[in-house]
Structures are given as C-alpha cells and as structure tokens.
C-alpha cells in the first residue's frame, strides 16, 4: 500500500487518492429509475473501513443496506460517487474488469448459500479458483480440501449439497468464499436461514477470519450478532446514521 509513513494519501499518477483504508466510500449515491419516479437507494453515503476490521451493517428492510454491500462486491453500480477498494478505483471498472477485481478481491456469503446443487461440495469450493485461475490446477483441490478443514466441514466434501445441513451449507459457502484468499469477506444475511445454535457458530468462524487478518461485512438483522461486530453501522433511508467513524 503506498502510504507514507504517517498514513497520509498519495496522489496516483490517474489522480485518484491512494487510501490508507481499504474500503473507502465517496458520496455514494443510487438512483433507482421505476415507472413510480426515481427512488434514491442511498444518499451521499460516506464509508471508510480498515483493513481487519469485523463491520456489522444494520437497518430497516428498505434502508439501502444490502445496496450498499452490493456496492462494495460490484454487484450494482453507483448514480454517482467514488468506491475505492484496496485502492482500485471500482466505480470505473468495466464489467469484465470488475468480475476479474471481484474474483480475487472480494468473498462473498449469501443468506440462501447459493451452492450449485449439481456439484459437490469440494467442486463448489474449486469454483473461483477455476473461474479467476488464482492457483495451479494441481494445487486447486487441496487448496478446497484446507478450507473445508478450516470450517469444519471436510467430512462432507463429496456430499450434494442437498445432503447436508443447512449450517453445513453456510460453511461450505463461506470456504467457497476464501478460495481466492480475498482480503474482504462481504456477507449478506449470512445467517438468516439459521438457527440461532449454529448463526453463533457462523459468527465465530467470521471472528476467527477476522483474527487472521480477513476483513469482513455482515449485513444482518440480528441485533445480538451486530452487537457483537467491533464496529455497527446503522443505515436508515439511504443515509448511515451511527457508526460512520472508524
């Protein structure tokens, strides 16, 4: 990261600010067109995370929280402002640039798992390797193997998904999401399909990435678990209201 010593921006040579942060939201703001009008999803949102940092993100159905994390994974575009991710310039990215930069950058956890059911778990954990290319072919299912160790879960690695628990299924999704070994872990829901004996258990395996130097956003509507983020960022009606400051 090029930051001098005492933490200040460089200029890069495009003009865009080096930032010392490794998610860093300018005056973000989304517009939705519909029949009805335009409806603004976010606001001017202003958002800077550390590196290591564990964020819960919280609000209202509606608020724009899940706009948001679907801003930072690339998965929507802003009306207007600036999304500086591990000092890539995402709000300039072309799709194909943005799904090769969302490959190796960015993990991401879904409430519904998402695994595809005619693959293995193994196979699916393989996936984003194969896709960004990121390890030698040879090294890819032993590379799978380790992280389904990681969470737990190595005994079902030639099982359907359809086969196992769905805490089962939220640990595969999550190996699947440090397949590239991405500095960010984004994490939508991740435990709304759980019972709260293994939404726990999720939680701590998230605390544990953290320790380890991953960096990671929960949206969710579990106040306890939110609680229990080093930071919460609270977002009402496209604006963050608590927990904008580090």
Known sequence: MSTNGNGHKHKHNNGHEHSEHLIDLRDLVKV????????????????KVGRGEFVSVVGKSGSG???????????????????VIA???????????????????????????????????IEN????????????????????????????????????????????QQRAAIARALANDPPIVCA??????????????IFDLFADLVSNGKTLLMVT???????RAQRKIVVSDGNIIAGETV
């Open 125 to 168: 954990v393989m996936i984003p390797m194969d896709l960004c290319n990121t390890y030698p072919l040879r090294e890819r299912r032993g590379r799978a193997m380790h992280l389904l160790e990681l969470v737990d879960i190595a005994e079902n690695a030639n099982k359907l998904p359809s086969e196992i628990s769905g805490g089962q």
């Open 65 to 83: 929280k899940t706009t948001l994390i679907n801003m930072i994974t690339g998965i929507d575009r802003p009306t207007s402002g600036e999304i």
């Open 221 to 227: 509507h579990d106040e306890d678990l939110a609680d």
């Open 188 to 201: 939508d829901e991740p435990t709304g399909n759980l019972d709260s004996v293994t939404a726990d258990a």
């Open 87 to 121: 000092n890539a310039p995402v709000h300039s990215l072309n799709e194909d640039q943005i799904a090769q930069w969302r490959g190796r950058n960015l993990g991401v956890v879904f409430q519904f798992f998402q695994l595809l059911p005619t693959l293995s778990v």
């Open 32 to 47: 939705y067109r519909t029949p009805a009008g335009d409806f603004p999803a976010l606001r001017g949102i202003n958002l």
